[in-house]
């Protein structure tokens, strides 16, 4: 039995993740459950269900409520950002899956980390934030880092049994987005409901912003460059609107290994869960008559200046990533409240960025107290254009 800890259990990826508990019943147990706690009942549901030890949510107010709702004999609640942590660094588990959304993730994917547990990761803004002092902390350990982003998942696929010396690159596919076709001069009056509207996954609010605005695709470059300890320019990407070639290697002789698949979050979080051997999934399988077709473009850089942004943030490292991170997390929740325009999420972000000096990033208090201070700086400037605090 593998003690599974899902931090995000609520969400896309933690809810996936739980169907897979059930669907291998004599493989995985449930060892502690974490989330917002926006979804009392849901969760409730899912402490009937699964029997975690521990459940720990941000919101301290709503453990009351949990624990009416669970009655005696239920699982031990924790509160607030401490308990994430608790629940990350104390319970026993054999994997810990980190798929709470942003920054929130990090100091408790950090404490899973330092307690020597592998760790099952999504959150990619956390790898974004403090990619080198992760990686360092899960080598110092000797603890795995598996990729359940698909095109990580893929990647990771791809180079098993190869030296990584002999890679030339990394070849990351994306969808486009919903706007892949848009003319550049139409982003100004897409709306929330155009953006929510992704054409081949089914995600959280966020991830499915951040895919059309193309960061996500950014992010997935600073987490690529280190899962797999590459350089920023070896890590390229080609827009492949079908999602069905997840990503590709290319090593040094000319010879590309892709991972192909149908679009489903099951395959690489069961990879993740049973890495390094396989089990049948209980997914659709992929019929490549049916695909028919298989396209790939170069990305849109001058309509999707995202991308570029989080390239230069990942060549200035230090800091950037980090200040970059925060803008964008602060610019996509204003966007989701109707506060600011779509074409005005990378405005921001450029303007955050801009202001950074860019230094060595030091120590994890660091990092979160640039974070802090990044996402400050957004929000008052998003305020300062479009008159007036958030409501
Ligand atoms: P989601 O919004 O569906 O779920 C997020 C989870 O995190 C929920 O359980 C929520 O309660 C919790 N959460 C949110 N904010 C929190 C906070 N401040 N403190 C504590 N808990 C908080 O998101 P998702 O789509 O499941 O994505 C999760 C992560 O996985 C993201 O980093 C995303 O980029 C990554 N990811 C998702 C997918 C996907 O298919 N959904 C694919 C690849 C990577
Ligand atoms: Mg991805």
Redesign the pocket.
């Known amino acids: 039995m593998k003690r599974i800890t899902v931090l995000?259990?609520?969400?896309?990826?933690?809810l996936r993740t739980l169907e897979l508990v059930s669907s291998f019943p004599d493989e995985f147990t449930v060892a502690a459950l974490?989330?917002?706690?926006?979804t009392v009942e849901r969760l409730a549901d899912l402490c009937r269900k699964y029997a975690p030890e521990v459940v720990a949510v941000?919101d301290p107010t709503v453990v009351d409520r949990l624990a009416r709702l669970l009655g005696p004999g239920g699982p031990e609640l924790l509160g607030g950002p401490d308990g994430?942590v608790t629940a990350a660094r104390e319970v026993s588990a054999d994997v810990v899956v980190s798929?709470?959304?942003?920054g929130?993730?990090l100091l408790p994917t950090m404490a899973a980390i330092q307690a020597g547990r592998a760790v099952a990761l999504?959150?990619?803004?956390t790898l974004v934030m403090a990619g080198e002092l992760m990686t360092r902390a899960a080598r110092e350990r000797g603890v795995p880092l598996l990729p359940?982003?698909?095109e990580h998942s893929a990647v990771f696929q791809c180079l098993a049994g190869h030296n990584r010396g002999d890679v030339h690159r990394i070849l990351l596919t994306a969808s486009g987005g919903p706007f892949r076709e848009l003319p550049k001069d139409a982003l100004t009056r897409v709306t929330v409901q155009d953006a929510l509207q992704h054409p081949t996954?089914k995600?959280?609010?966020?991830?499915t912003i951040?895919s059309a605005t193309l960061m996500n695709k950014g992010l997935e470059i600073i987490e690529a460059r280190w899962l797999f300890d590459v350089a920023p320019e070896q890590v390229q990407v080609v827009v492949h609107p079908q999602s069905i070639v997840h990503s590709m290697v290319e090593y040094i002789d000319g010879s590309v290994i892709a991972q192909l698949g149908v679009a489903d979050?099951g395959v690489p979080i069961l990879y993740a869960l049973t890495y390094p051997e396989r089990r049948p999934a209980p997914a659709a399988r992929l019929d490549l008559p049916a695909v028919g077709a298989l396209t790939f473009f170069e990305p849109d850089v001058a309509k999707f200046p995202c991308l570029r942004l989080a390239r230069e943030a990942l060549e200035r490292g230090g800091t950037a990533p980090v200040v970059l991170n925060a803008a964008n997390e602060i610019a996509v929740a204003a966007f989701l409240e109707g506060r600011i325009g779509f074409t005005m999420i990378p405005e921001v972000i450029e303007r955050v960025l801009g202001e950074d000096p860019g230094r060595p990033l030091v120590s994890l208090e660091h990092c979160v107290a640039l974070d802090a201070d990044a996402r400050a700086r957004a929000q008052r400037w998003i305020e300062a254009r479009s008159g007036g605090p958030s409501r």
């Open positions: 995000g259990a609520t969400g896309s990826i933690g974490a989330a917002r706690g926006s941000l994430l798929a709470l959304v942003g929130a993730g999504a959150n990619k803004e359940v982003d698909s996954w995600m959280g609010a966020k991830i951040d979050m």
